[in-house]
């Protein structure tokens, strides 16, 4: 059972990386669209928590981030500005008012992240287990 599990969590682990390695790539050929969902959304002068705007200089690094702030805008999620203050309406509806194809790249991209994580996380979880059982 051992192996299995040590196999499995390998596998498991190494596959979320070289998607890691992929989505990497996938940002590198389509970085075009996210600078054009945070170029759009800057120059509406909607609200932008300053900690997005820092996150918004950081590339494929940070890129995951700033990408949740957006598909929580697009999921109607409610992002707290400060004590009582939530992001207006009127951003919610821009982010909603996107273009089709933004708006697909934002869920792709957010998830693509989610299944990179996900496999990393259970690969490497699995791998630990074993090595506790052994």
Do not use: C
Request: hydrophobic share 45%; aromatic share 20%; no cysteine.
């Amino acid at each position: 059972m051992s192996f299995y599990l040590m196999f499995f969590g390998t596998v498991l682990g190494f596959s979320g990386t070289t998607f890691f390695i992929f989505i990497m790539v996938y940002f590198g050929f389509t970085k075009k669209r996210y600078e054009e969902v945070l170029s759009r959304y800057l120059s509406s002068d909607l609200i932008m928590p300053d900690v997005y705007v820092v996150y918004s200089k950081g590339g494929f690094f940070t890129s995951l981030f700033v990408v949740g702030f957006f598909r929580k805008l697009l999921k109607n999620k409610t992002i707290k500005l400060g004590r009582g203050t939530k992001m207006p309406k009127i951003s919610y509806e821009y982010v909603q008012s996107l273009p089709e194809p933004l708006k697909a790249w934002i869920n792709r991209y957010y998830s693509m992240h989610m299944v990179a994580a996900t496999l990393i996380s259970v690969g490497f979880t699995l791998m630990f287990i074993d090595s506790l059982a052994s």
